[in-house]
């Protein structure tokens, strides 16, 4: 459980990083167009600013996913080894 929620923690860093460089490249883009291509151009950064939040919203539901499914699986892993230590403590302290 631990390893898989590690790969979870993994895809939910990736993703926040994807999201930050795609946010960091259209920072500035609409006004980048308009500067080179003018005005005509212009809806064509618009679309892609809109492009970009529609993705930015979709990449952080993905992150927070796999980050609650990280805490979820680290918490069940934790539960798992105190049962079975529990669960070892008893036997050993009966003699067996």
């Known amino acids: 459980m631990r390893a898989v929620a590690g790969v979870h923690d993994s895809y939910a ?8 460089s795609c946010q960091d490249w259209l920072a500035g883009v ?16 618009e679309a892609l600013a809109d492009f970009a939040d529609i993705l930015g919203g979709r990449v952080a539901t ?3 996913h796999h980050g609650a499914m990280h805490e979820k699986l680290v918490s069940a892993a934790d539960g798992y080894e105190r049962i079975d230590a529990a669960g070892a403590s008893g036997i050993n302290g009966v003699g067996v």
């Open 62 to 64: 993905a992150t927070a």
């Open 30 to 45: 609409e006004a980048d167009i308009r500067r080179c291509q003018g005005v005509v151009a212009a809806p064509v950064g």
């Open 13 to 20: 860093a990736d993703f926040q990083a994807y999201r930050a």
